[in-house]
């Protein structure tokens, strides 16, 4: 069966420093990968998703990228974090030409 | 461009009470539709989806949901409700041959009385 896994968890980080969050697939080949960003009490915003190794598309301009190194592997970047950048990230995937989509856990992010 | 309408903000009901969440899409073709419950703090997970055929599908904890194209509708129902289904619930809209795929409501929280 498939797995996503989401790390870390929780975060808090000040403004202005680096960010990484990552999300691993296990259990299918070739997913497309979604990051979304949840804020309080919002619903879910699309940020960037994947739909093979190296090909990211962006769909909100902000200091957020996105890469994908590897076949299961799509990790959430900044170089300096924003107040604004604070919610709750979420990962899912997909099979490729599939419907659903199937979520991680998410990280809850504080920029302090 | 296609979007999702969740009109209730928030539901209240009792224990026992029938349920029945709103949802309105848009959308220029036959549309691939989800729902999803998140609980608080966790991902989203699937409840049921409708991608073509039978226009009432079943789904995961007893819900259902009834596609009705007249109305552009994907409304979620449970006949009677169970304290553990307390949780927010996202009605979601899928662009077939996208991968892009999908849009999300804005949520409906539900509150349920002992």
Request: aromatic letters at 12%.
């Amino acid at each position: 069966s498939q797995t996503i896994h989401q790390w870390p968890a929780t975060l808090v980080q000040p403004v202005g420093s680096p960010l990484s969050l990552e999300c691993t697939v296990e259990g299918t080949s070739n997913p497309n990968l979604y990051w979304y960003r949840q804020a309080a009490g919002r619903g879910l915003q699309l940020l960037f998703y994947s739909v093979g190794i190296g090909q990211i598309s962006s769909e909100v301009p902000q200091n957020l990228s996105a890469s994908r190194p590897q076949d299961r592997q799509f990790i959430l970047s900044s170089k300096k974090l924003l107040l604004s950048d604070s919610g709750f990230y979420l990962c899912a995937w997909r099979t490729t030409g599939g419907g659903e989509q199937y979520f991680g856990p998410g990280t809850r992010l504080t920029v302090t | 461009a296609q979007s999702v309408t969740q009109p209730d903000i928030h539901i209240t009901v009792s224990e026992g009470a029938s349920l029945e969440l709103r949802c309105n899409y848009s959308y220029g073709a036959t549309p691939y539709l989800f729902w999803y419950v998140q609980s608080p703090g966790q991902g989203l997970q699937l409840l049921l989806k409708y991608f073509s055929g039978d226009t009432l599908v079943q789904g995961i904890k007893g819900f259902e949901a009834e596609f009705k194209r007249s109305q552009s509708s994907f409304n979620l129902r449970k006949p009677s409700v169970h304290w553990s289904d307390a949780a927010e619930y996202f009605c979601a809209v899928g662009a077939t041959g996208s991968a892009r795929q999908l849009t999300f409501g804005s949520g409906t929280q539900l509150t349920v009385l002992p």
